[in-house]
């Protein structure tokens, strides 16, 4: 292999009834676009015998008007997780926790309700931010947090 040429990390060898499921997802207008784009990338980037014509990352990227990441991305879930990965929307690897819970919520609500600190007219959001950590009910918390608990209260 030759310097300049790039080096291929996932290499995806279909079998024939995984080309028959790619290409029946592709073909019928019953599977979300996301779904359908993958499989055509799959298609597209075969190295399988029943390959009829392999498409290169860049020849995919104009076809497709997709990144060249987001073929390698699906290449990747393919060879790690296998079909059913590469085809639908990955889960989010990230666990959240919810800083406020239905305590904290009803404190943040009461303290909004109440009179607003000496010369200020009312709470801004960062004010009830800074009034929940010097009150010790929570360590941090971001102005935006406290912007999305009031609006899912109203």
């Given at each position: 292999?030759?310097e ?57 990227v ?22 059913e ?9 990230r ?38 950590v ?14 999305k ?6």
């Amino acid at each position: 292999m030759g310097e300049d040429m790039p080096k291929i990390l996932y290499r995806v060898p279909l079998t024939q009834e995984e080309r028959t499921e790619l290409e029946r997802i592709a073909k019928r207008g019953e599977h979300g676009s996301q779904k359908v784009l993958n499989a055509l990338i799959l298609l597209g980037v075969d190295e399988g015998e029943f390959q009829k014509s392999k498409k290169t990352t860049s020849q995919l990227v104009d076809v497709l008007s997709v990144s060249a990441r987001k073929v390698d991305r699906v290449k990747r879930r393919f060879v790690e997780h296998g079909l059913e990965a590469a085809l639908n929307k990955r889960k989010a690897d990230r666990q959240r926790f919810k800083k406020i819970d239905g305590d904290i919520e009803a404190h943040l609500v009461a303290i909004s309700c109440s009179q607003p600190p000496q010369g200020q007219v009312r709470w801004s959001l960062r004010m009830l931010a800074d009034k929940l950590v010097e009150l010790e009910y929570v360590d941090s918390i971001s102005h935006e947090t406290i912007r999305k608990t009031l609006k899912k209260t109203n």
